[in-house]
């Protein structure tokens, strides 16, 4: 007995020691991108390809960030990708809360079926719907400005409201109808008992809602023209094709737009996991 | 006047309430999706270029894409190679990745965020990072590989090596699934393992008889949304290839915003759309289909 358990803690250790060595071959795996992008992004464009590889940039060129500045106007492009995507965000914490409220809270007839429509029409690709969009969009003279990109998300995204409505399942019904008895109204109910109460699930809708917004690339390629209108993604793009020889300004340009995200993952790397399992495992 | 009892009255209110909040979800139903369905659906069967008025054609659109577009197919070909083998390979690594986190080794949450991060940054920004990756002369990955003697990859100025390029950009996203995927080992109740170790299970056996089947349902979902996926590709075949060389990463919404935005075939374009719409419908179906011999659901044993 003692000495099958010793065998099998032996062989514990061997199968860690092997997981630990894949798992750090593949974390130096999935760094190199990283690291060699930040490191172009500070290089002489001499060294971006040379060989030897040089990973650590001699000289190192703080002064790629301020040219890319310069030929880029990143402070306007962020400005823009901040105005669409905070308001976007707020349109979809609004709708989808409030919508998958009425869905986990409030009985009307045929709740059941539109619900089933509600995750049918995830399936539905965006291409099917983008060329009348775009139709529709341009005759309300929504072309060239960020409306076609904002009013959307007023409308709520099926799979935030689906996320919403899980979470808001799992609260129970006690406090909201102890409210209702009280003579609170649903108003009242969804506002001060409901909405605290799913903070941590629009934590997660707020990361996804940010991350869709700040990534978006087709939306603003088809729906803006005026370069002054441009946000990061398209800016970056548009970037790429008058100075695609500059890699370590475009690099620089591509570390700075990355960042913002980077910072938000540090921070809501909790909510961002949260999201996932929810619609991972439940869904 | 009707007369109405206060139950009856309260349920009425609670209905018209209850529409009221989920209003803002029915109006883009109606007016985001239903609408333009419809819209879309009568567009593909015109010839449309959105300056001049649209000219009814039939079904014309559908008989030209099938019966005679050679990029079409292209397109249709290398959506398809690309799922085929960048979702089993996604799905093994991020399997794999999974189950080394699972192990409760120390670190575990800096190797979930390093291999995450990849996942949820801007697919413009990916892309330009992975072409001067893939630069065919003296990019870093053919420097490295020129260390390890083997020789240099012409990756994406080759029709052979573009969509393998591709691939291979996929792989490094897979910290997506494998967060998932995690999450569904850890649901998988501690006691399986511990009876299966009475009955004397060697490691394989319990990943092949217990971890498997238990997250059989997380495999699928993941499954069908990397298939969703590999159809959805557009940002980085429009930015580093945009499809070439010689059609070889023509990916297919690249080639239906081809038709829409640069050759302005409006009536075309939706048609391709909806063909999209029916590939990916197919392709979900026959899955779920097919998961009923292999997915396992607990609640099954229940009943």
Same mark, same amino acid.
């Given at each position: @007995?003692?000495?099958?358990?010793?065998?099998?803690?032996?062989?514990? #250790?061997?199968?860690?020691?092997?997981?630990?060595?894949?798992?750090?071959?593949? #974390?130096?795996?999935?760094?190199?991108?990283?690291?060699?992008?930040?490191?172009?992004?500070? &290089?002489?464009?001499?060294?971006?390809?040379? %060989?030897?590889?040089?990973?650590?940039?001699?000289?190192?060129?703080? #002064?790629?960030? =301020?040219? *890319?500045?310069?030929?880029?106007?990143? *402070?306007?492009?962020?400005?823009?990708?901040?105005?669409?995507?905070?308001?976007?965000?707020?349109?979809?914490?609004?709708?989808?809360?409030?919508?998958?409220?009425?869905? *986990?809270?409030?009985?009307?007839?045929?709740?059941?079926?539109?619900?089933?429509?509600?995750?049918?029409?995830?399936?539905? +690709?965006?291409?099917?719907?983008?060329?009348?969009?775009?139709?529709?969009?341009?005759?309300?003279? $929504?072309?060239?400005?960020?409306?076609?990109?904002?009013?959307?998300?007023?409308?709520?995204?099926?799979?935030?409201?689906?996320?919403?409505?899980?979470?808001?399942?799992?609260?129970?019904?006690?406090?909201?109808?102890?409210?209702?008895?009280?003579?609170?109204?649903?108003?009242?109910?969804?506002?001060?008992?409901?909405?605290?109460?799913?903070?941590?699930?629009?934590?997660?809708?707020?990361?996804?809602?940010?991350?869709?917004?700040?990534?978006?690339?087709?939306?603003?390629?088809?729906?803006?023209?005026?370069?002054?209108?441009?946000?990061?993604?398209?800016?970056?793009?548009?970037?790429?094709?008058?100075?695609?020889?500059?890699?370590?300004?475009?690099?620089?340009?591509?570390?700075?737009? @990355?960042?913002?995200?980077?910072?938000?993952?540090?921070?809501?790397?909790?909510?961002?996991?949260?999201?996932?399992?929810?619609?991972?495992? &439940?869904? | 006047?009707?007369?109405?009892?206060?139950?009856?009255?309260?349920?009425?209110?609670?209905?018209?309430?209850?529409?009221?909040?989920?209003?803002?979800?029915?109006?883009?139903?109606?007016?985001?999706?239903?609408?333009?369905?419809?819209?879309?659906?009568?567009?593909?069967?015109? !010839? $449309?270029?959105?300056? %001049?008025?649209?000219?009814?054609?039939?079904?014309?659109?559908?008989?030209?894409?099938?019966?005679?577009?050679?990029?079409?197919?292209?397109?249709?070909?290398?959506?398809?190679?690309?799922?085929?083998?960048?979702? +089993?390979?996604?799905?093994?690594?991020?399997?794999?990745?999974?189950?080394?986190?699972?192990?409760?080794? !120390?670190?575990?949450?800096?190797?979930? *965020?390093?291999?995450?991060?990849?996942?949820?940054?801007?697919?413009?920004?990916?892309?330009?990072?992975?072409?001067?990756?893939?630069?065919?002369?003296?990019?870093?990955?053919?420097?490295?590989?020129?260390?390890?003697?083997?020789?240099?990859?012409?990756?994406?100025?080759?029709?052979?090596?573009?969509?393998?390029?591709?691939?291979?950009?996929?792989?490094?996203?897979?910290?997506?699934?494998?967060?998932?995927?995690?999450?569904?080992?850890?649901?998988?109740?501690?006691?399986?393992?511990?009876?299966?170790?009475?009955?004397?299970?060697?490691? $394989?056996?319990?990943?092949?008889?217990?971890?498997?089947?238990?997250?059989?349902?997380?495999?699928?979902?993941?499954?069908?949304?990397?298939?969703?996926?590999?159809?959805?590709?557009?940002?980085?075949?429009?930015?580093?290839?945009?499809?070439?060389?010689?059609?070889?990463?023509?990916?297919?919404?690249?080639?239906?915003?081809?038709?829409?935005?640069?050759?302005? &075939?409006?009536?075309?374009?939706?048609?391709?759309?909806?063909?999209?719409?029916?590939?990916?419908? =197919?392709?979900?179906?026959?899955?779920?289909?097919?998961?009923?011999?292999?997915?396992?659901?607990?609640?099954?044993?229940?009943?």
């Amino acid at each position: @007995m003692s000495k099958q358990t010793l065998t099998q803690s032996a062989s514990r #250790s061997v199968w860690r020691t092997i997981g630990y060595v894949i798992l750090i071959v593949g #974390s130096v795996i999935s760094l190199i991108p990283f690291l060699w992008m930040l490191s172009c992004s500070f &290089k002489d464009p001499a060294y971006i390809f040379s %060989n030897p590889v040089q990973w650590i940039p001699k000289p190192w060129l703080w #002064s790629n960030y =301020a040219k *890319a500045f310069e030929r880029m106007p990143f *402070a306007l492009y962020t400005w823009n990708t901040m105005e669409i995507t905070i308001l976007s965000l707020i349109g979809q914490l609004i709708s989808c809360s409030l919508v998958a409220f009425g869905f *986990a809270r409030m009985r009307f007839p045929g709740r059941d079926v539109l619900f089933i429509v509600l995750l049918s029409t995830m399936m539905l +690709p965006a291409q099917v719907t983008m060329i009348p969009e775009f139709k529709i969009f341009a005759a309300l003279g $929504w072309y060239d400005t960020y409306l076609p990109l904002i009013v959307p998300s007023f409308m709520g995204a099926p799979f935030f409201i689906f996320l919403l409505r899980q979470y808001l399942m799992t609260i129970p019904r006690e406090m909201d109808e102890a409210a209702r008895i009280d003579g609170a109204s649903t108003w009242q109910v969804y506002r001060h008992i409901l909405l605290p109460q799913m903070k941590p699930a629009l934590a997660t809708v707020s990361i996804f809602a940010f991350m869709g917004s700040w990534n978006d690339f087709l939306g603003p390629l088809i729906f803006l023209d005026s370069p002054a209108k441009r946000t990061l993604a398209l800016g970056l793009y548009a970037f790429q094709g008058q100075y695609a020889v500059d890699w370590n300004y475009l690099m620089a340009a591509s570390t700075v737009v @990355m960042l913002p995200l980077l910072i938000i993952f540090i921070i809501g790397q909790k909510y961002f996991i949260q999201g996932v399992v929810v619609s991972g495992v &439940k869904g | 006047m009707r007369n109405e009892t206060p139950i009856s009255k309260m349920r009425r209110k609670e209905a018209i309430e209850g529409f009221l909040c989920i209003s803002p979800w029915l109006i883009g139903l109606l007016f985001l999706t239903v609408g333009p369905v419809i819209f879309s659906f009568l567009i593909s069967l015109t !010839k $449309w270029d959105m300056i %001049n008025s649209p000219q009814f054609v039939g079904l014309g659109n559908y008989a030209t894409i099938i019966a005679d577009d050679f990029r079409f197919r292209q397109s249709l070909r290398v959506t398809l190679i690309y799922a085929m083998v960048s979702v +089993p390979l996604g799905l093994i690594c991020s399997l794999a990745l999974a189950m080394l986190l699972n192990m409760n080794l !120390k670190g575990m949450r800096l190797f979930r *965020a390093i291999f995450y991060i990849p996942a949820i940054l801007p697919p413009i920004a990916v892309s330009m990072v992975w072409l001067m990756l893939f630069n065919a002369e003296n990019g870093i990955l053919n420097v490295l590989l020129g260390k390890l003697h083997i020789a240099p990859v012409p990756w994406l100025t080759s029709t052979e090596w573009a969509l393998p390029s591709f691939i291979l950009m996929s792989l490094w996203g897979v910290g997506g699934g494998m967060i998932i995927y995690l999450a569904g080992l850890q649901s998988v109740p501690t006691q399986l393992y511990e009876s299966a170790e009475i009955d004397g299970a060697g490691s $394989w056996s319990k990943f092949r008889h217990v971890t498997l089947p238990m997250i059989s349902p997380t495999i699928l979902f993941n499954l069908i949304m990397g298939i969703i996926g590999s159809f959805q590709v557009f940002a980085s075949s429009f930015v580093m290839t945009q499809g070439g060389p010689a059609y070889s990463t023509l990916f297919y919404v690249l080639y239906l915003y081809q038709n829409a935005f640069m050759y302005l &075939k409006m009536g075309y374009a939706c048609a391709l759309a909806w063909i999209l719409f029916l590939v990916i419908l =197919a392709l979900t179906l026959l899955m779920l289909k097919a998961s009923k011999s292999w997915v396992y659901y607990e609640s099954e044993l229940r009943k």
